[in-house]
């Protein structure tokens, strides 16, 4: 079936104003089921969002005073493709998608390479900085977390978003958990290196950060959380100041 009567017959299906994605501004009957463990009502069907990244722009964009500023230099670590298109259209802002540029993957155009651990700008550099489940794959997650701070300037912010399993008062880390097999059974991803708790927080602290653990999803009345397609789960966002 070609592309075009795929979307005309998709669009007729999900004809209906029950959802609503913040990050396309669409209405749809529903959300699509999504994951390992399906999740119901949780993708775009029209921009693959998920639950996380509607509640993440839906913050930025509603929260005031307001985040994003005319000018700003926004740095966004492992760009969600979902969020570049949509920074990209932002042209009031100064946008830099980077990445650590893995063989065989694919990153937007335009996105620059860096390493987490040392970023290749100055200090006070950016205004903002984004980066959602990336540091739950980096060794020394503490140590990006001080780059962050480094190049943040003094007044900006961090959203640093990470996957937390909240029934767990620490983190749990374990050097010996080593191959793809285990780390998936203790950790939840073959590629994940520690599982994070309720403690989250206070490693953004030990880096330098003031953190405001924002419960966003519960900000709304339940029937809204289930319109923007939320995952009381995971609604927490992690607002980090310098
Ligand atoms: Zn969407």
Redesign the pocket.
């Known amino acids: 079936m070609n592309l075009s009567i795929r979307r005309i017959l998709r669009k007729w299906l999900l004809r209906g104003n029950n959802v609503y994605?913040?990050?396309?501004?669409?209405n749809v009957s529903t959300f699509l089921p999504f994951g390992n463990v399906v999740r119901l009502n949780a993708a775009?069907?029209?921009?693959?969002?998920l639950e996380r990244h509607?509640l993440i722009w839906h913050f930025l964009h509603q929260r005031e005073p307001k985040l994003i500023k005319d000018g700003m230099k926004l740095l966004h670590v492992a760009p969600e493709r979902?969020f570049f298109k949509n920074f990209r259209r932002e042209k009031q802002i100064q946008y830099f998608p980077a990445d650590k540029f893995m063989p065989g993957h694919h990153y937007p155009r335009g996105t620059k390479k860096i390493d987490i651990l040392d970023i290749t700008y100055s200090d006070n550099f950016f205004d903002a900085i984004l980066c959602t489940h990336v540091l739950e794959h980096v060794d020394n997650d503490i140590q990006a977390m001080k780059e962050f701070y480094r190049v943040l300037k003094p007044g900006g912010w961090a959203v640093l978003q990470v996957p937390i399993d909240y029934s767990r008062a620490d983190t749990f880390e374990d050097n010996s958990i080593n191959t793809p097999e285990e780390r998936e059974k203790h950790f939840g991803q073959r590629d994940h290196l520690r599982l994070y708790g309720r403690d989250y927080s206070q490693r953004l602290i030990k880096a330098g950060f003031n953190v405001d653990c924002i419960d966003f999803c519960n900000m709304f009345p339940e029937e809204e959380q289930k319109r923007f397609g939320f995952d009381k789960n995971d609604g927490i966002i992690y607002l980090c100041k310098k």
């Open positions: 994605c913040p990050c396309c501004r669409k775009c069907p029209f921009c693959g969002s509607r979902v």
